[in-house]
T-cell receptor, first 114, second 115 residues
Framework: GQQVMQIPQYQHVQEGEDFTTYCNSS?????IQWYKQRPGGHPVFLIQ?????EVKKQKRLTFQFGEAKKNSSLHITATQTTDVGTYFC??????????????FGKGTLLTVNP | DTGVSQNPRHKITKRGQNVTFRCDPI?????LYWYRQTLGQGPEFLTY????????KSRLLSDRFSAERPKGSFSTLEIQRTEQGDSAMYLC?????????????FGSGTRLTVV
């Protein structure tokens, strides 16, 4: 079945440093979604990318979707303590129908030292 | 509060007992999902409803698990004869009927501990 892999598993940075997490799917995706889960919380939807090569920005966060629609990345510029949490990518299989059942990666846990 | 509501927030049960969780999705969301999350892992798909119809169930889900969504509103997830391996966070999510809006809204989850 479909697998979604994320690296790194953990990342510790000093406040103000940049952070990047990478996501790779074993199959082509119709779209890719990113979620953030704070410690003790639940996943919160951040963004969706649909088009091949798409780039979207949300303030200090930049999301990219690969040309082959099998990989994606999230880059945070000048991290802040509020960025702490686990970042998950998730995607349905292309042609998987309208249910959009998502397969999640294991996530990247970001910790920020103030 | 117009978010996804899950009850209870925490449940501790003895092995072999049955448990039931409830999820109230956002009212205009016709698509409802159950996921399970263990420590250090991403959410894992369990089952999916569109309105009251259960359209997909994970092959990993044993027969001890059953879910319903009567009248297409709230949903319940029941686990019979619980085992220690069932200990996890059970997350409910909903999504609107509109196409091209793919993101899930998750509830706060029910944390199950089987002792």
């Amino acid at each position: 079945g479909q697998q979604v892999m994320q690296i790194p598993q953990y990342q510790h940075v000093q406040e103000g440093e940049d952070f990047t997490t990478y996501c790779n799917s074993s199959t082509t995706l119709s779209n890719i979604q990113w979620y953030k889960q704070r410690p003790g919380g639940h996943p919160v939807f951040l963004i969706q990318l649909v088009k091949s090569g798409e780039v979207k920005k949300q303030k200090r966060l930049t999301f990219q979707f690969g040309e082959a629609k099998k990989n994606s990345s999230l880059h945070i510029t000048a991290t802040q303590t509020t960025d702490v949490g686990t970042y998950f990518c998730a995607g349905p299989e292309a042609g998987g129908g309208s249910n959009y059942k998502l397969t999640f990666g294991k996530g990247t846990l970001l910790t920020v030292n103030p | 509060d117009t978010g996804v509501s899950q009850n209870p927030r925490h449940k501790i049960t003895k092995r072999g007992q049955n448990v039931t969780f409830r999820c109230d999705p956002i009212s205009e969301h016709n698509r409802l999902y159950w996921y399970r999350q263990t420590l250090g892992q991403g959410p894992e798909f369990l089952t999916y409803f569109q309105n009251e119809a259960q359209l997909e169930k994970s092959r990993l889900l044993s027969d001890r698990f059953s879910a319903e969504r009567p009248k297409g509103s709230f949903s319940t997830l029941e686990i019979q004869r619980t085992e220690q391996g069932d200990s996890a966070m059970y997350l409910c999510a909903s999504r609107p009927i509109r196409d091209r809006v793919y993101g899930y809204t998750f509830g706060s989850g029910t944390r199950l501990t089987v002792v």
